[in-house]
């Protein structure tokens, strides 16, 4: 099996060399180099139309997984049910702390002395424009989640309050909705997109892997992440980035049935829900095939648009100084809640149920969705800062998704405040209906219909292709130009699982396919963020932005006085402190 060869590291002096050592000291830029792809990308092109042992191991293992539950349905729902019965009662806290420390790594990356890396060579610069980055980053990423959730989860915590902190119905309760609205769709689901992105970018763009999750490990496990125990690794993470997709497959099925109902009377049952997934992967199988996922800029700033004008009217026609107060409240609340919010965890088996459905869901499903995002990300960040990358994914995306979840869910809470109740009582029925049932209290419900359902198409088509690519690179040895006939097996799989899941539990048996495919992920995530740390601190290209101590300069920066110096860049070392 290829081993990427060890680079030994130039320690000439002549600092009119410098810049070009420390060039020469990464075996390539990853993804998209312009001076070319290293020796591991390039044995995997060439040994991209001959897919390992990790395509034919997850292949059988979707596949067996697929044949259970079309024979068994009812067998598989059970199963699956007592085993996340199980995993949540005995070990959910983890995607807890999992969550909370992959943001405490980000700020330590993005506001310490790593923040100036470059994700790329030192003269790389982005890609594409800011604006464009953002939009591309929230709709292929998570604008699923806008429609799917932007309602519904706000209206279903007013009506019945987390863990009994408000009464149903109140100010408060609105306020603690939002709070944990926040929590879930915030800061803790970006960190955790954000660690495998930086992760994935460093290892491509600056040390010149492959785009696969074992690579990463390499400074913590060695050589073993190219024998079998790496293979592992990168089939868990092809197992968790499918059953990821499968759940937005569901959801996003789920929204568009309950969209065409409303508009066009069209039944919103099963067998609907089925041919809308199957369409939805025919669509997004042959844009992979066919490259159209080059489009996915032009798709992300439409949906962009798209968005921007759908709630910058709810917010003028809604109940605009409710929507406002209850945003910096439910901020101040989440603020100051932050550390508790972030540790809470279920003390009595009565309060289990309501994690699996929210708060362990949500954190299991965005680890799910780690490795595809954290490729995406890589790919689209090249030459951007480790600061600019932190802000960019988790700063920015985490208000903005504050904001939308204010505007539709304050909204719908305030209707439901002065009227029947009628939104929070469809949301309990169908969290489908709770987006579509708010829009039917404003002006232009028609329009606004539409373009919500136009909203859950582009989303689904700027992303479920980029997801497709993403399996089918991971199962290619990390060739970012992965087989045709393998794309369009994966894009098969994916539709296949989706409907398969749906049939035998619905969007149940989705999320709990999501929840445990990502438990063994969590561990390899824990890991990933050490790596990165290690791996920063041992890298001799990153001695431009340390801090330079006495001993230091005492000891040539090797630990022992009377040796060579080795040169580091004057200009990016803060002064040693004065002698005592």
């Known amino acids: 099996m290829y081993s990427e060869p060890e680079h030994d590291p130039d320690v000439d002096d002549d600092s009119g060399e410098r810049s070009g050592r420390r060039r020469a000291q990464l075996p390539g830029s990853g993804l998209d180099s312009l001076t070319g792809p290293s020796p591991a990308i390039r044995y995997a092109d060439a040994m991209r139309h001959q897919p390992g042992r990790v395509f034919w191991i997850s292949i059988l293992g979707v596949g067996a997984f697929t044949l259970w539950g079309v024979l068994s349905p009812d067998g598989m729902a059970a199963a699956m049910t007592t085993a996340m019965d199980a995993v949540a009662a005995k070990v959910g806290w983890v995607y807890l702390v999992l969550t909370l420390g992959c943001i405490g790594l980000l700020v330590y990356l993005g506001f310490g002395r790593f923040g100036r890396v470059r994700l790329g060579a030192d003269d790389d610069r982005p890609e594409y424009s800011t604006w464009a980055w953002l939009t591309m980053i929230l709709s292929a990423v998570m604008g699923i989640g806008l429609i799917s959730y932007g309602v519904a989860e706000p209206i279903t915590h007013f009506t019945t309050p987390p863990h009994g902190l408000a009464d149903p119905g109140t100010n408060e309760a609105a306020v603690r909705a939002l709070q944990f609205s926040y929590f879930d769709w915030g800061p803790h689901a970006w960190a955790v997109f954000g660690v495998f992105g930086l992760a994935i970018a460093y290892s491509t763009h600056r040390r010149g892997n492959t785009g696969l999750i074992s690579p990463m490990l390499r400074p913590l496990f060695g050589k073993a992440m190219d024998g079998w125990l790496g293979n592992v690794i990168d089939i868990l993470a092809v197992i968790a980035t499918l059953f990821g997709t499968t759940t937005s497959l569901g959801l996003g099925a789920s929204q568009i049935s309950e969209g065409l109902n409303r508009?066009?009377?069209?039944?919103?049952?099963?067998?609907?829900?089925?041919?809308?997934?199957?369409?939805?992967?025919?669509?997004?199988?042959?844009?992979?095939?066919?490259?159209?996922?080059?489009?996915?800029?032009?798709?992300?700033?439409?949906?962009?648009?798209?968005?921007?004008?759908?709630?910058?009217?709810?917010?003028?026609?809604?109940?605009?100084?409710?929507?406002?107060?209850?945003?910096?409240?439910?901020?101040?609340?989440?603020?100051?809640?932050?550390?508790?919010?972030?540790?809470?965890?279920?003390?009595?088996?009565?309060?289990?149920?309501?994690?699996?459905?929210?708060?362990?869901?949500?954190?299991?499903?965005?680890?799910?969705?780690?490795?595809f995002v954290g490729v995406f990300l890589a790919k689209i960040s090249k030459g951007r800062t480790v600061r600019e990358f932190v802000l960019g994914v988790m700063g920015i995306p985490s208000l903005v998704f504050f904001v939308w979840f204010t505007i539709f869910g304050g909204t719908a809470i305030k209707i439901d405040m002065d009227g029947d109740g009628g939104i929070g009582a469809a949301a309990a029925e169908d969290v489908n209906s709770a987006f579509f049932e708010t829009l039917e209290h404003l002006p232009w419900v028609g329009l606004t219909?539409?373009?919500?359902?136009?909203?859950?198409?582009?989303?689904?088509?700027?992303?479920?292709?980029?997801?497709?690519?993403?399996?089918?690179?991971?199962?290619?040895?990390?060739?970012?130009?992965?087989?045709r006939?393998?794309?369009?097996?994966?894009?098969?799989?994916?539709?296949?699982?989706?409907?398969?899941?749906?049939?035998?539990?619905?969007?149940?048996?989705?999320?709990?396919?999501?929840?445990?495919?990502?438990?063994?992920?969590?561990?390899?995530?824990?890991?990933?963020?050490?790596?990165?740390?290690?791996?920063?601190?041992?890298?001799?290209?990153?001695?431009?932005?340390?801090?330079?101590?006495?001993?230091?300069?005492?000891?040539?920066?090797?630990?022992?006085?009377?040796?060579?110096?080795?040169?580091?860049?004057?200009?990016?070392?803060?002064?040693?402190?004065?002698?005592?």
């Not at 798709?299 to 107060?325: C, R």
């Not at 919500?452 to 198409?457: D, G, H, Q, R």
């Not at 749906?502 to 063994?520: E, K, N, R, V």
Request: net charge negative.
């Open 449 to 483: 219909s539409v373009i919500a359902i136009l909203l859950v198409v582009l989303y689904f088509v700027s992303g479920a292709d980029a997801n497709t690519f993403v399996l089918s690179m991971l199962t290619s040895r990390g060739t970012l130009e992965p087989s």
């Open 485 to 580: 006939w393998v794309l369009a097996v994966w894009g098969a799989l994916t539709g296949t699982s989706a409907m398969v899941l749906f049939f035998a539990g619905g969007l149940a048996a989705l999320q709990q396919a999501a929840m445990l495919s990502a438990l063994p992920f969590a561990v390899i995530v824990a890991l990933l963020g050490y790596c990165i740390v290690k791996t920063l601190h041992e890298d001799q290209t990153m001695d431009a932005y340390r801090t330079v101590r006495r001993r230091d300069l005492e000891t040539g920066g090797t630990g022992t006085r009377g040796e060579e110096s080795v040169d580091i860049d004057d200009t990016a070392v803060k002064p040693a402190p004065a002698a005592d």
């Open 263 to 371: 508009v066009f009377g069209i039944p919103n049952e099963l067998f609907v829900q089925i041919i809308i997934i199957l369409g939805i992967t025919v669509v997004f199988t042959l844009s992979a095939l066919s490259g159209v996922n080059r489009g996915i800029k032009f798709l992300s700033q439409t949906t962009a648009v798209l968005s921007i004008f759908l709630g910058l009217f709810v917010l003028i026609v809604g109940p605009t100084g409710f929507i406002g107060n209850l945003f910096f409240r439910s901020t101040g609340e989440y603020l100051n809640d932050f550390f508790k919010v972030s540790l809470l965890t279920p003390l009595v088996s009565g309060d289990v149920e309501w994690y699996q459905y929210w708060t362990y869901f949500m954190m299991a499903w965005w680890l799910s969705w780690g490795a």
